[in-house]
Every structure is written in C-alpha cells, then in structure tokens.
C-alpha cells in the first residue's frame, strides 16, 4: 500500500477488454485479474492502490441482467468506505443500460463510478483497452486539493470521453470511439491533460449518505415505430397483463400515427395503468408533444414525455421506479423529473 495515496477499487465483470488471446487455439478467453500488472505494467506507475474483484465466472456483456446490477450496488456499497473510486471492466454492448442503472441505484453517490471497456482485448498490440484502463482508474482517483473527489457519479469512459453514464449509448461496433452522449457534453475531455468540466459535473450533498438500492421490476417493453406498423403485430405487447411500462420510440419530436387503432391500443393501456414514457428515435434531441398534432394526440391518451432520454435510460429507470412498488401517479411523476441528471427540459436550456 502506498501511503497518502488514493484507494479505487477495481471490479471486472466480462467482456472484451479482460481477454486474451490463447496463443495455441487463436481463442479469446478471459484472464485472471490478479494478474492484471502483468498485462498492464505501466500501472506500478500509479501512486493509486488499487484491488479488483472479478465477477466469477465474467458475464458476457449480452448475458447483462438487472440481477448483475444487484451484484454490482452491493459491492460497491459494501467497499464504499474504503475507496476513493470505483472503476467497472464492462462490455460494450450494454454498458449504457448498466451506467444508467447504477445512476439510480447508488442515489446520493459522492464518489466516483467509472465504466469502461474496450473494442479490441487487453492482450492485443493495437487494444484501446490499456489506455481506457489507465485513464479510467486516473479519473476514479481524482480530487481536489481538500480530498473531495472531481467526479462524485456514475460515468462512461471511452476513447477520450468522460461521459455521464445515463446519457450514454453504444453508437459504433466496429470504432474505437464506441460512445457519445448526444443531448449533455462530455464531463471531460483527455489529450495530453484530462480537462474537466466542472460546470457540467453534478453537485452533491455532502450531507446526504450514499442510499444503495436494490430493488427492480423488469416488466419494461420496448416498441419502436416504424412505416407499415401494424396492428396485430404491437397489440400483444400493449394489451399484455405483465407488462407494466412500455418505451415508446416515436419519430422526431415525438410524433406517431393517427391511426385510430393506434390511438386506441394507447388509451386503453394507460387507462389499465401501463406507463408509456415518449422518447425520440433520433440519437439527439427531445421529445416536444405539443409541437405537432401528431404528437399532441399521443398527450392526450396519457403517454408521458421522456425528454431527451436514451433508450437505456428510459429502460432502466422505469424498471428502478417499477420496483419500488410505487403507484401510477407517483411513477409518472418520477419519470418526469430529473433524479440523476439523466433529463433536461427545454426550459433547461
């Protein structure tokens, strides 16, 4: 252990960036992270202790399920004491649904949560994982002069992009630069330096004790629009009973069909009590209702705006809200408002 030195607390979980290649079957496998200076050398470079734990065995990153998130809070919660920061080994491919997850599960976090992985393994020449790596655990140790940590949240860091984690989406397969975040900047951005944004970095309560949560209700739907949309096709997903929320992807700035048939599968959920939240299918912008007739008919029926919410944002906060057991008008109120920063209203900007 160093002395004086900051503590993160380095968790793997799958993916790409802890493989190796087998150098007698050319296959990709996971590589034990006691191990980790041997890859990564340049980290006895660091004046940051740092321990890891490994998800056993790792999950592939489409394997992901709420349960993981579980896993992850209560590792977090439980080490919450003894670190500085936290970074997260995590697939790519559904990275963004656990980083906005986390942002409402770990409420009141006031220390860094860094998710990070890579497109190519950590055992490859060319990998983006070692410099994801460093830079992550770099930015998980951060603090001002007094002690108190420079991003105090739940963010996505990839090819140079600090990200809040809640406004992330995977836009690339095949790019180093794997993730944007459309509708909010990057926290900060990393050349020869880490230039922080410290405006645009939540402010916490120093007060207020980390409240770890558990709790989830995966009964979400997702129905995205499209021309030709018929109706015997979504019907089942609207008139099924288990289904408590569904993610409405609609065009532009929310618009949708007139169809009658449309307007009525509709209705007759949010009157059974089904949440349908409205996010745009655009990578940028916001759902604005009242702009169009279009979009002023799916108000009318009871479907709630979404904002500027990702896909995966919307996804997890409803399952977050679902599982708390809240009612009707309690949860759409909570989608509604902004708990992580995770929204922006246009009278925000």
Request: proline share 5%; glycine share 6%; net charge negative.
């Amino acid at each position: 252990m160093k002395a004086n030195s900051p503590s993160v607390l380095l968790i793997y979980t799958g993916g790409t960036i802890g493989m190796i290649e087998n150098p007698d079957t050319g296959a990709l496998e996971n590589f034990d992270f006691d191990h980790l200076i041997t890859y990564v050398p340049e980290l006895k470079r660091f004046n940051i202790n740092f321990h890891s734990f490994q998800f056993d065995p790792p999950i592939d990153s489409s394997d992901m399920d709420p349960s993981f998130w579980v896993d992850l809070v209560k590792i977090i919660d439980r080490n919450y004491d003894n670190y500085e920061g936290f970074v997260i080994l995590h697939g790519t491919d559904t990275m963004s649904f656990t980083a906005s997850a986390l942002s409402f599960m770990l409420e009141n976090i006031n220390k860094p949560v860094i998710l990070t992985g890579s497109q190519l393994p950590i055992g490859k020449l060319r990998t983006d994982g070692k410099e994801n790596l460093l830079t992550a655990i770099e930015i998980a140790a951060a603090q001002y002069p007094n002690g108190e940590p420079i991003v105090p949240e739940v963010c996505v860091f990839f090819e140079n992009h600090l990200m809040r984690g809640n406004r992330t989406i995977k836009h690339s397969a095949e790019n180093f630069r794997a993730f944007s975040s459309f509708n909010y900047p990057p926290l900060a951005t990393v050349g020869i330096h880490i230039k922080y944004e410290y405006n645009l970095i939540r402010k916490v309560d120093k007060n207020k004790k980390l409240k770890a949560h558990y709790l989830y209700d995966p009964h979400v739907a997702i129905v995205t629009l499209f021309p030709g949309i018929q109706r015997d096709i979504v019907a089942p997903v609207f008139e099924n009973e288990k289904v408590k929320a569904i993610v409405l992807r609609t065009y532009g700035s929310g618009n949708a069909p007139q169809r009658p048939w449309f307007i009525d599968l509709i209705k007759r959920a949010t009157k059974r009590g089904v949440i349908i939240i409205n996010i745009t299918q655009c990578a940028a912008g916001s759902v604005e209702m009242q702009r169009y007739e279009t979009g002023i008919h799916l108000l009318d029926s009871g479907v709630i705006s979404g904002y500027d919410s990702t896909t995966e944002c919307a996804v997890t906060k409803l399952m977050f809200l679902l599982g708390h057991g809240y009612d009707y008008e309690k949860v759409k109120k909570l989608m509604s408002s902004d708990l992580a920063g995770e929204i922006s209203k246009m009278e925000d900007y």
